[in-house]
T-cell receptor, first 113, second 115 residues
Framework: QQQVKQSPQSLIVQKGGISIINCAYE??????FPWYQQFPGKGPALLIA?????SEKKEGRFTISFNKSAKQFSLHIMDSQPGDSATYFC????????????FGQGTTLQVKP | DVKVTQSSRYLVKRTGEKVFLECVQD?????MFWYRQDPGLGLRLIYF???????EKGDIPEGYSVSREKKERFSLILESASTNQTSMYLC??????????????FGPGTRLTVL
């Protein structure tokens, strides 16, 4: 009930391609779904987030697609660049106002030039 | 900018040693978290604190304890380090203010190796 399942574990994409990372959850009480980006040697940082009352959110080349009925959401990176190479974590926000997040397993993205 | 700092970037300890990992945040956040990050397992919550002297167990608290004597500082303690505690440890903070953006701010991490 508290898990967020993320796939794939690793992804290799050519420069200019589309990177897609998928996540699924079970607890319908989750009310906020952020994606975090982590570069080597750094802590994760918030990339983009969505609430379950919308089906899509776009910020630049990054888009979250959200399917509430299927309890799934995904991150799409359009025109992927070598600078996007990082580890990406999806997460679900526990509605307790303490900021507690449930993280997915992470996806290591490599964008080849 | 919110800043979360961790006392060490790299730490090497011996089995059985008591280990202290320190985390400090400068934004007066009520909530602080300790995670460990392992390949293929993502970020797993060890402990979190929603106020000074308050703490709650996360998903994997065994072998760890925490201390929060001041609002800005949250310490993770390994009472007797073991090799299976070799990992990357990440600290994060979060504001309970509903008007603030819903974001956990992370420190750079401490890579702990237990020999």
């Amino acid at each position: 009930q508290q898990q967020v399942k993320q796939s794939p574990q690793s992804l290799i994409v050519q420069k200019g391609g589309i990177s897609i990372i998928n996540c699924a959850y079970e607890n319908t009480a989750f009310d906020y779904f952020p994606w975090y980006q982590q570069f080597p040697g750094k802590g994760p940082a918030l990339l983009i987030a969505i609430r379950p009352d919308v089906s899509e959110k776009k910020e630049g080349r990054f888009t979250i697609s959200f399917n509430k009925s299927a309890k799934q959401f995904s991150l799409h990176i359009m025109d992927s660049q070598p600078g996007d190479s990082a580890t990406y974590f999806c997460a679900a926000f526990h509605p307790s106002n303490t900021g507690k997040l449930i993280f997915g397993q992470g996806t290591t993205l490599q964008v080849k030039p | 900018d919110v800043k979360v700092t961790q006392s060490s970037r790299y730490l090497v300890k011996r089995t059985g040693e008591k280990v202290f990992l320190e985390c400090v945040q400068d934004m007066d956040h009520e909530n602080m978290f300790w995670y460990r990050q392992d390949p293929g397992l993502g970020l797993r919550l060890i402990y979190f604190s929603y106020d000074v002297k308050m703490k709650e167990k996360g998903d994997i608290p065994e072998g760890y304890s925490v201390s929060r004597e001041k609002k800005e500082r949250f310490s993770l303690i390994l009472e007797s380090a073991s090799t299976n505690q070799t990992s990357m440890y990440l600290c994060a903070s979060f504001s309970s203010d509903p008007s603030s953006y819903n974001e956990q701010f992370f420190g750079p991490g401490t890579r702990l190796t237990v020999l």
